[in-house]
């Protein structure tokens, strides 16, 4: 069954030319960018875009039912997506839509209220050089990912980071200034698999590193569950001394 997959990118930056290097680096927006690489390493996957200025900020219901994975870029706007989509992209991870979530969109609607804390850090930006170490080199994400992962320049993330223990830990990253961060990380809600992956700024050519490129595809594939039942999980109360039959 081939995959469904959904790039999900405010794109206000791409709206502001801001920074005014984003053109040069992702000249079809940070989701075209993302997107093309999926369709290159999953040529069987169908891939579309959506982006905060749709309709419905392009995640109607009828997109999400038709979705395998929601990818999520986000930044600058994370109080103008609409609670209403939160929670239909909320309902559909609970009952097993894939999730990843991209570099900064650790402070969005949908993965704070997944996760129930602030998902706040530290940070800052001086083009520091990130080395992406792998710590969990059996996880199915990890496949073909150079250990260590030297991305030249980024955005310097540190803990801590306001986030539960995650399910699984696969990466963590070392920056120039000594910060260290849990840079890649798994949970589960519900029926959904939950991806978070920090490198990507918006400042930097990041998403077109070929090694950054495998780790989203193998997470796609990791939080992907093509054909599973979208239902969210419900309790039942069984009757009392069923066990006596």
């Known amino acids: 069954m081939s995959l469904r997959i959904t790039v999900w990118n405010e794109g206000v930056h791409e709206a502001r030319q801001h920074p005014s290097g984003i053109d040069e680096y992702y000249p079809d927006g940070i989701h075209g960018a993302i997107a093309e690489a999926l369709r290159a390493h999953i040529p069987t996957a169908s891939v579309r875009t959506a982006m905060l200025s749709d309709p419905e900020h392009g995640l109607p219901e009828s997109v999400l039912a038709d979705t395998d994975v929601l990818l999520w870029w986000a930044h600058l706007a994370h109080g103008e997506v609409s609670d209403e989509v939160v929670?239909?992209?909320?309902?559909?991870?609970?009952?097993?839509?894939?999730?990843?979530?991209?570099?900064?969109?650790?402070?969005?609607?949908?993965?704070?209220?997944?996760?129930?804390?602030?998902?706040?850090?530290?940070?800052?930006?001086?083009?520091?050089?990130?080395?992406?170490?792998?710590?969990?080199?059996?996880?199915?994400?990890?496949?073909?990912?150079?250990?260590?992962?030297?991305?030249?320049?980024?955005?310097?993330?540190?803990?801590?980071?306001d986030i539960p223990v995650p399910d699984e830990l696969i990466f963590i990253s070392s920056f120039t200034g000594g910060e260290v961060f849990r840079s890649g990380c798994t949970f589960h809600r519900g029926r959904g698999r939950i991806f978070y992956f920090s490198p990507g700024d918006e400042s930097y050519p990041v998403y077109n590193q070929p090694e950054i490129q495998r780790v989203l595809t193998n997470g796609v594939h990791w939080a992907a569950q093509p054909g599973i039942e979208r239902a969210i999980p419900q309790v039942s109360n069984p009757e009392r001394d069923w066990y006596l039959t």
């Open 87 to 161: 929670s239909r992209v909320q309902r559909h991870v609970l009952g097993g839509m894939g999730l990843l979530v991209l570099h900064s969109g650790h402070f969005s609607k949908i993965f704070t209220r997944l996760l129930g804390t602030t998902c706040s850090l530290s940070w800052r930006n001086a083009a520091e050089r990130e080395v992406v170490w792998t710590v969990d080199p059996t996880h199915p994400i990890t496949e073909g990912v150079p250990n260590p992962l030297v991305i030249p320049e980024q955005e310097t993330y540190g803990e801590f980071f």
